[in-house]
Nanobody, 126 residues
């Protein structure tokens, strides 16, 4: 089993920044693909971005050029740096891990991931 714990959420004004962290423990592997998703009230969980063990990243169009994913394998931690935040970025943000090893692509669907964190709330005020 893998346990994922997100942190770093909070309230920020539009245009501001936040950095989310996702700490993994248990049966972890630096070769797992790690993803970030978000879910706003009344909406489906949506893909935000992901990073492979080789450092390949993928982002949703809505966050491209504003959000950056990185990972510190030594600390078993993945980060989501969010800049130029907008009110529409308000959601609960979840990190997820996929046990499969990806070389040239990344999983973007929730059902492709094996493990999930409990989520952290991000609220962007206008």
């Amino acid at each position: 089993q893998v346990q994922l714990v997100e942190s770093g959420g909070g309230l920020v004004q539009a245009g501001g920044s936040l950095r989310l962290s996702c700490a993994a423990s248990g049966r972890t592997s630096s070769r797992y693909a790690m993803g970030w998703f978000r879910q706003a009230p009344g909406k489906e969980r949506e893909f935000v971005g992901a990073i492979s063990w080789t450092g390949i990243t993928a982002y949703a169009d809505s966050v491209k050029d504003r959000f950056t994913i990185s990972r510190d394998s030594a600390k078993n931690t993945v980060y989501l740096q969010m800049n130029s935040l907008k009110p529409e970025d308000t959601a609960v943000y979840y990190c997820a891990a996929d046990e499969r090893w990806y070389f040239n692509s990344l999983p973007k669907l929730p059902n492709e991931y094996n493990y999930w964190g409990q989520g952290t709330q991000v609220t962007v005020s206008s």
